[in-house]
């Protein structure tokens, strides 16, 4: 059956010598894969210039229950995004946060509010300059709310420790070693303040940055299985060096 959808595309890879895997989230379905042809013709070649991350598509596929892969018969930019791919910073946030996503997103179940804070997200990156260095940031903080492990800001106190496997503040050291000293809880309880409003106003250095991602890239580890290594982050750190 023929079904048009609209996704946000998370990333590509190769499937075949004929086919690509465009790993797409869907308003209707979720995380669905689609399969790109790879042949020389005109149309192919358009539909392979169209699933770059966070590309905002119109998918017209084939689409059939029960089915892993979903051929794609048709696609069109939905939502313009001219700054996201041309913008060197932009870029590389944009690659980065598709490949975190493309971890967590894995199962193909519906979630319209997600879908929807997605969507603003993607567009929102395109058009913000001010501030636009930490926006990955401020995206990982809500993102964190909607997987349900949001740190629990409400048990902090003035040094107090952040365990980071139970997401709470404490006053006593974790019998494990993933947290936070008192100085660094406190930066960390500073930041989940942060939002796309006011995100421009943190005045951080490029290694103040780079330590606050590895943290949360570490608390999300934590909470997500099989999350794994995230490649593009060398991309972030050469861009910011």
Do not use: W
Not at 224 to 233: A, C, M, R, T, V
Request: glycine share 4%; net charge neutral; charged share 20%.
């Amino acid at each position: 059956m023929t079904e048009k959808n609209t996704g946000i595309v998370l990333y590509t890879k190769a499937y075949s010598d004929k086919m690509s895997i465009a790993h797409v989230y869907t308003e209707k379905y979720g995380h669905i894969s689609y399969a790109v042809p790879l042949q020389q013709g005109k149309k192919s070649r358009i539909l392979r210039t169209l699933f770059t991350p966070f590309s905002i598509l119109g998918i017209e596929a084939d689409h059939r229950p029960n089915r892993d892969i979903l051929r794609v018969l048709d696609a069109h930019i939905a939502i313009p995004l001219p700054q996201l791919h041309y913008d060197p910073i932009k870029n590389a946030v944009s690659l980065f946060l598709s490949e975190f996503l493309s971890r967590i997103l894995r199962e193909p179940e519906t979630n319209p509010s997600f879908f929807a804070f997605l969507m603003q997200s993607v567009q929102l990156l395109n058009h913000t300059e001010e501030g636009k260095a930490n926006f990955h940031i401020c995206f990982l903080i809500q993102l964190s709310d909607f997987m349900g492990f949001y740190p629990n800001t409400e048990s902090f106190e003035k040094g107090s420790f952040f365990d980071l496997m139970n997401g709470i503040f404490t006053f006593h050291i974790p019998d494990h070693p993933y947290f936070l000293p008192p100085a660094e809880a406190e930066r960390f309880y500073t930041l989940m303040r942060m939002n796309y409003t006011n995100m421009h106003r943190f005045r951080l250095t490029r290694n103040e940055r780079m330590e606050i991602l590895e943290r949360m890239i570490e608390y999300f580890q934590l909470h997500q299985p099989g999350f794994g290594e995230i490649k593009s982050l060398e991309i972030l750190k050469s861009l910011f060096d």
